[in-house]
């Protein structure tokens, strides 16, 4: 539609369900019902509750589509049906990233336990974590430092972001599976894509997850719902 038929500060439903759908193919990452009223809707007169209808109608017009609107915790995002991505694959010549499971356990661990510093997360795991896994996960702004804990040396404290939900695929905390094993959690690497590095060193890894009582569903690791958590 030509763009002198969008009236300053008018536009009807079709207008506003084209053009919020064309931003989020076009930016390619989450945008929230602020965001949008803010950047590609700041010129029209349209109220937040409207925005939020027009995304609730593409969510359904997608539902059955190989292409979904989702919402995540940054906000909405179209993203493939998860039962397609094996096919998807060789569309992409690069392999995805393998992560060796002493990252994806020191993961598991600030994400249930945040916030965490590392020292907290050696006495959990039962072994040193190396600088490189910490690096690792603030390089991909998986997990930030949200303070210091008042103790000698006030380490830092490391919480999850909102980048990290997006990738998971959840909205909130209270998304992540509960520790009742394991088998819950690989399942949230695999609907992420994350491969796990099994020729990682042996020693690191020794005293695993699953191995460790202290990740015990029993020793009450659990999200509680009614902890503030501050993300991005």
Do not use: C
């Amino acid at each position: 539609m030509p763009a002198e038929s969008y009236a300053m500060n008018q536009i009807n439903d079709i207008q506003l369900k084209q053009l919020i759908e064309a931003s989020l193919f076009v930016l390619g990452k989450p945008l929230s019902v602020k965001a949008l009223k803010e950047t590609v809707l700041a010129d029209f007169s349209v109220s937040r509750t409207r925005i939020q209808q027009t995304l609730d109608e593409l969510q359904l017009d997608y539902q059955d589509r190989g292409v979904q609107l989702v919402k995540v915790a940054s906000g909405y995002r179209f993203q493939t049906q998860e039962l397609l991505s094996p096919f998807l694959q060789p569309l992409w010549q690069e392999k995805a990233p393998k992560y060796s499971r002493a990252t994806m356990e020191t993961l598991a661990v600030i994400a249930y336990r945040q916030p965490v510093t590392r020292g907290d997360i050696e006495q959990i795991r039962g072994v040193a974590i190396s600088s490189h896994i910490v690096k690792s996960l603030l390089d991909r702004h998986w997990i930030k430092a949200v303070g210091h804990k008042e103790v000698p040396g006030r380490p830092a404290l490391y919480a999850t972001t909102s980048q990290f939900l997006d990738y998971f695929g959840l909205k909130k905390l209270a998304d992540l599976p509960a520790l009742t094993d394991m088998e819950s959690l690989h399942a949230l690497f695999d609907k992420a894509s994350i491969a796990l590095d099994d020729d990682e060193d042996i020693d690191e890894d020794k005293v695993a997850i699953e191995n460790n009582s202290s990740l015990d569903v029993n020793d009450n690791i659990m999200i509680d719902k009614n902890k503030p958590t501050t993300l991005n």
